[in-house]
Antibody
Framework: QEQLQESGPGLLKPSETLSLTCTVSGGSISSYYWTWIRQPAGKGLEWIGRIYSDGSTNYNPSLKSRVTVSVDTSKNQFSLKLSSVTAADTAVYYC???????????????????WGQGTMVTVSS | DIQMTQSPSSLSASVGDRVTITCRAGQTISTSLNWYQQKPGTAPKLLIYGASRLQSGVPSRFSGSGSGTDFTLTINSLQPEDFATYYCQQSYSAEYTFGQGTNLHTK
């Protein structure tokens, strides 16, 4: 059974760069999209960005200037960097598999079918 | 980006009830609409993809419908474990967006 596990520092100071890694176990990172999502305490889900195993990316326009998602297929890992963090970036950060899970007659259907447990990141001086 | 609006934001119900949650997209998204369930302290879980397709292992009391801009998630015969927060999410655009969530709680 494929599993995802987030790792990285849980406490940052304002203006620092958030760096998280998601390790994929029980399966290959190849030939899938992988995504980052965050959730501030008591609030809803916000999609951050995704990467395909070949390195192609898509980002949330509201975060695009500060976000970089990368992949290391040799380690079966993908990573998130978010620069110039503020208190507004305090959240639980999830990694997930963005899977081509089905088809219509015209295109593929994507959904987040496997999730990590999430890691809390706090930005505070 | 495509705005997703869920209603209601909060819903009270009892075990055995039938409940419906609505999600509206800011533009047509065909059937590229997913539903997730999230319980406190845990990651979301995929329930429905492609607007109406039940994810493997999800009980058949969950169903989804809709296309274009208007979608619904229906839960028949609510069970105690169904009280949670539900989110819709569009995968039509490569810049994904979620609805704001619907908190389903006991009456």
């Amino acid at each position: 059974q494929e599993q995802l596990q987030e790792s990285g520092p849980g406490l940052l100071k304002p203006s620092e760069t958030l760096s998280l890694t998601c390790t994929v176990s029980g399966g290959s990172i190849s030939s899938y999209y992988w995504t980052w999502i965050r959730q501030p305490a008591g609030k809803g889900l916000e999609w951050i960005g995704r990467i395909y195993s070949d390195g192609s990316t898509n980002y949330n326009p509201s975060l695009k200037s500060r976000v970089t998602v990368s992949v290391d297929t040799s380690k079966n890992q993908f990573s998130l960097k978010l620069s110039s963090v503020t208190a507004a970036d305090t959240a639980v950060y999830y990694c997930a598999r963005d899977n081509l899970i089905g088809y219509t007659t015209s295109w593929g259907l994507y959904a987040f079918d496997i999730w990590g447990q999430g890691t809390m990141v706090t930005v505070s001086s | 980006d495509i705005q997703m609006t869920q209603s209601p934001s909060s819903l009270s119900a009892s075990v055995g009830d039938r409940v419906t949650i609505t999600c509206r997209a800011g533009q047509t998204i065909s059937t590229s609409l997913n539903w997730y369930q999230q319980k406190p302290g845990t990651a979301p879980k995929l329930l429905i993809y492609g607007a109406s397709r039940l994810q493997s292992g999800v009980p058949s009391r969950f169903s989804g419908s809709g296309s274009g801009t208007d979608f619904t998630l229906t839960i028949n015969s609510l069970q105690p474990e169904d009280f949670a927060t539900y989110y819709c999410q569009q995968s039509y655009s490569a810049e994904y967006t979620f609805g704001q969530g619907t908190n389903l709680h006991t009456k």
